[in-house]
């Protein structure tokens, strides 16, 4: 066997361990009924909650689901949020402005909340801690200080309301059809961040990692990106996918590795922050995505259309560009690494590209801004590095950025100086 063959044989080998490893597993929710939200508070323990009043919980990772019993099938049975404090204490929204909470993990439920003649819903929950928490229904927003017994309401400006987020007990964000409103005073008084839309999108998911938000919107979406926890906004992305699809979902483990589900079974993962989307194999698993939950950037949940539950340990599984079982499709281009990473003030970036074409080698910071050109040219096929001097910026995570027409790769890179 000569060396091309051998390097072959073996990097097939290496793909199909990743590919057998790498994936979404199918697990039986139990019900047929759709799934809008999923919440875990480790890796074992997790509830999620969908029409028909259906509540599930996990206590081994999903290896089994168990539908828990509770008053909403007789009051309001379409459930849309689950917050889980602890093993106990879980909060749960619905139609007629339904609240209900469990302080023994489901086997008793109070109802906090109840508006038999009312004709709207209470869909966002979030809690800082057991006591601590805000309600977001339409037109309003509760708020309660010692575990829902008590609820201070507010005027939210908006009717059509999704998920709600505080990072503090003053400063918090909610999600609407188009719209992102921020309070600074524990959700008194809430104020449009107007976030670069241009048109209808609908918000149903927000996403929130050290002061830095992501939205993912519906009609081959655009990804909308915060720095500042919502001062300023950004166009960072836009998800390709036909049909179009709408996004119910997206999470983010950290400032990089996220996740974004939607209509069709579209689902998508990004590892640098959003700037770049990759489809995931879920074998053809065409129910919507709900809700995605992950805690951490390899273990993840995803829940949906007719009591759909997925689930990885891998980070899940991206489509590969294989053809054949012996013949290996390189990209037109890769930006093939950057060494040393992190550095301090200068590093090596080291290209292969396989079609002759005109190239642009760029660098981006998080908030999506361009920073600097390092070269705009025609490249023939071969493999190139050049040496990057970043002594005029300053210190922090950046992103090298290679393209040539619509196509373009992405590396991250750490400047520590």
């Known amino acids: 066997m000569n060396n091309l063959n051998l390097f072959s044989s073996i990097f097939i080998f290496f793909l ?22 999923v919440e875990f508070i480790n890796e074992k323990t997790g509830w999620a909650v969908g029409d028909g009043g259906v509540v599930v919980k996990t206590t081994n990772a999903g290896t089994n689901w168990v539908n828990l019993p509770n008053p909403s099938p007789s009051l309001s ?52 801690n057991k006591d601590t928490g805000w309600f977001l229904g339409a037109n309003k927003v509760f708020r309660t200080f010692d575990g829902g017994q008590t609820l201070d309401s507010f005027y939210a400006p908006w009717f059509t309301n999704f998920e709600i987020y505080f990072k503090d007990v003053n400063t918090g964000i909610f999600s609407g059809d188009g719209r992102v409103f921020k309070t600074t005073d ?13 048109r209808f999108y609908m ?12 939205l993912v919107a519906s009609g081959d979406p655009p990804v909308f990106y915060s720095n500042d926890f919502c001062e300023t906004w950004n166009i960072i992305d836009t998800i390709e996918c036909y049909p179009p699809a709408v996004m119910y979902s997206v999470a983010f483990a950290d400032e990089l590795t996220g996740w974004a589900g939607g209509s069709y079974g579209w689902l998508f993962r990004t590892t640098n922050g959003g700037y770049s989307w990759i489809k995931e194999e879920t074998s053809g698993d065409q129910r919507f995505w709900g809700s995605i939950y992950c ?17 990885t340990t ?29 550095f301090n003030n200068q ?25 600097d050109e390092i070269f705009n040219k025609f490249l023939i096929r071969g493999t190139y590095e050049t040496t990057y001097n970043a002594g005029n910026l300053s210190s922090g995570i950046y992103f090298f950025k290679i393209s040539s027409g619509n196509k373009y790769k992405v590396k991250k890179f750490v400047l520590i100086k």
């Open 16 to 37: 199909t361990i990743c590919t057998a490893e790498a994936q979404w597993i199918q697990q039986n929710s139990g019900t047929n009924q759709n799934l809008y939200d």
């Open 77 to 128: 049975p379409n459930l849309w949020s689950v917050e889980p404090i602890d093993s106990n204490i879980i909060y749960i929204t619905s139609g007629k402005d339904l609240i209900i909470k469990t302080t023994n993990g489901g086997i008793n439920w109070d109802i906090l909340n109840y508006c038999a003649d009312c004709n709207s819903a209470m869909i966002g929950i979030f809690f800082l």
């Open 186 to 198: 524990g959700g008194m008084n809430w104020f449009d961040t107007n976030v670069p839309t241009g």
């Open 203 to 214: 918000f149903r998911k927000i996403s929130v990692v050290n002061n830095k938000v992501w």
């Open 295 to 311: 805690t951490s950037d390899s273990i993840v949940w995803g829940v949906g259309g007719a009591g759909k539950i997925q689930h």
């Open 314 to 342: 891998t980070s899940g599984q991206t489509i590969v560009n294989i053809k054949t079982q012996n013949t290996y499709i390189a990209d037109e281009f890769e930006l093939t690494s950057v060494y040393p990473n992190p």
């Open 347 to 371: 590093t090596k970036v080291n290209l292969s590209i396989d079609l002759n074409a005109v190239y642009k080698l760029e660098v981006f910071n998080l908030a999506g801004k361009k920073t």
